[in-house]
């Protein structure tokens, strides 16, 4: 027997934030077969670098469209920082605008693909569309004691979105 799986969509708002961390450039084939999840362990374990962290159980991964014509995009991986100060060598500073958001929780054992297809949905469904100011898809908020190579990892799902 099947059991469907339902992952309960919301409709959330954040203010703009700054961020820093470890920027990824990459295939979609690259990201599937594990290269973020190197980037996650690595900023783990140098997030005591960083200044000013206001949230630092949570990472937050950001994923932007590639430059037009790659068939990559881009993946941060940082933590919400109060101000901007100083960026440590290797990593990048980002900043993200007050978006409206539909989020989701992703839960262990569940399957990731159809965590997205059912917020997608909801989102198609509630009469929004997606939005992607400066080229930001969607974001992903992991506990930051979660190992990145975890087969069945949790996460929340935060996708722009504005009326149609």
Known sequence: MTVEQKNEATLVSKEAFHAIGLKWEGTFAEAGAGSIKAVHQ????????????????TM???SYHAVSGSEGFTHYAVVEVEKVEV???GMESVSVPTLTYAACE????????QSYNNIYRWIKEQGYKDYAPSNLTHFEKYPMSQDPYTE????????PVENK
């Open 152 to 159: 069945n990892p949790e996460f929340v799902i935060m996708i």
């Open 87 to 89: 960026v440590p060598p």
């Open 106 to 113: 992703h839960h262990t054992h569940q399957s990731i693909d």
């Open 42 to 57: 690595e900023f783990q374990e140098r997030l005591k670098e960083i200044p000013h962290v206001i949230h630092p159980e």
């Open 60 to 62: 937050l991964g950001l």
